[in-house]
């Protein structure tokens, strides 16, 4: 059973534009949502992350909203660039877990020149 | 600083064969885990520990084993390799309690023929 539910699977976007990636979980009892970024050959990197106490977190030119009540959190990538084209995964977790991360599928995010 | 380092990077397997993926952290971490990843599937938790000595089933555990005889190994054995296993596996470290970031090795891209 899938825990985080991730949408879409591909996105593709000109340079400049605002691809969104969509996340939805299950678990009422995560308080943590991460969002990885990750380039071909490579482990996941942390890009950033929300807790459940706040709607909205913005590092540099990500965002992400976060809907406690609907049980959903987003990305957004503002300005995008060639160099964003990665594939993304949201995550969840919750502190009597052991920081174990519940991923979802991942979105293969192309932004072309 | 090293970081996670995952070995080896690249393995073929025969079915039924054995085999032993190493990781090893440098940030004196408490936290480890094992993941593998599968398309459309996202990353999956294996095994993981909360400190020296101590292991823990995660989501897709059968056919694994795991080991943390030091703090900053973690061992993922396969005792007879079958073909559902291809997979590329990820360790992961962190040194926070409860929600905080989790750091990837470059990952190990296993074949089992």
């Known amino acids: 059973q899938q825990q985080v539910k991730q949408s879409p699977q591909s996105l593709i976007v000109q340079k400049g534009g605002i691809p969104i990636i969509n996340c939805a979980y299950e678990n009422t009892a995560f308080d943590y949502f991460p969002w990885y970024q990750q380039f071909p050959g490579k482990g996941p990197a942390l890009l950033i992350a929300i807790r459940p106490d706040v709607s909205e977190k913005k590092e540099g030119r990500f965002t992400i909203s976060f809907n406690k009540s609907a049980k959903q959190f987003s990305l957004h990538i503002m300005d995008s660039q060639p160099g964003d084209s990665a594939t993304y995964f949201c995550?969840?977790?919750?502190?009597?877990?052991?920081?174990?991360?519940?991923f979802g599928e991942g979105t293969q995010l192309t932004v072309n020149p | 600083n090293a970081g996670v380092t995952q070995t080896p990077k690249f393995r073929v397997l025969k079915t039924g064969q054995s085999m032993t993926l190493l990781c090893a952290q440098d940030?004196?971490?408490?936290?480890m885990y094992w993941y593998r990843q599968d398309p459309g599937m996202g990353l999956r938790l294996i095994h993981y520990?909360?400190?020296?000595?101590?292991?823990a089933k995660g989501e897709v555990p059968d056919g694994y084993n795991v080991s943390r005889l030091k703090k900053q190994n973690f061992l993922l054995g396969l005792e007879s390799a079958a073909p559902s296993q291809t997979s590329v596996y990820f360790c992961?470290?962190?040194?926070?309690?409860?929600?905080?970031?989790?750091?990837f090795g470059q990952g190990t891209r296993l074949t089992v023929v």
């Open positions: 520990s909360v400190g020296e000595g101590t292991t």
């Open positions: 940030m004196n971490h408490e936290y």
């Open positions: 992961a470290s962190t040194n926070f309690q409860g929600s905080g970031q989790a750091f």
């Open positions: 995550a969840a977790s919750e502190e009597t877990s052991g920081s174990r991360l519940t």
